[in-house]
């Protein structure tokens, strides 16, 4: 069931959550963008703000975009079915990034263990390369299923 808000925002439903999508910002890997910076990027793409539900910067630390009950803007056709977490950088993550991007999909797993974690490249509504590396297999080598 997905629910409309009186303004016709639609809410998560916990038990629709069916995919954990990984994200990368494409912004240059020598940048140090924050949740904030891609708060005002997607605002000035004309969207409601941060498209993803977490942020990992270079240093590893993780940071909120929107809430878990609150539909994302980062996949085509499957943002009423995912929730998304984005690596800043391009195409070199920090061993701290990857760190803190398993422990997150470990909790998420713990919260939605139907969920199927897939790269933005995997999910067939995109051309792009996002995140530019092979989730499933990194998921592999870290057991992480
Ligand atoms: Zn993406």
Redesign the pocket.
């Known amino acids: 069931m997905i629910l409309i808000t009186e303004n016709n925002r639609i809410m998560l439903n916990k038990k629709n959550i069916q995919f954990l999508i990984v994200?990368?910002s494409d912004t240059p890997n020598s940048e140090n963008l924050n949740a904030s910076d891609l708060h005002q990027m997607h605002l000035n793409f004309g969207w409601n703000g941060i498209g993803y539900h977490k942020v990992i910067l270079r240093n590893g630390e993780i940071q909120n975009g929107r809430p878990e009950y609150w539909i994302g803007a980062?996949?085509k056709g499957k943002n009423t079915i995912s929730l998304g977490v984005?690596l800043i950088g391009r195409d070199e993550f920090t061993t701290s990034q990857f760190d803190s991007l398993e422990n997150i999909l470990r909790w998420w797993k713990t919260k939605y263990p139907l969920a199927e974690i897939e790269g933005?490249n995997n999910t067939k509504s995109?051309n792009?390369t996002?995140?530019n590396f092979d989730v499933k297999a990194w998921c592999e080598h870290r057991n992480i299923f």
């Open positions: 994200h990368c980062h996949v984005c933005h995109t792009k996002c995140p």
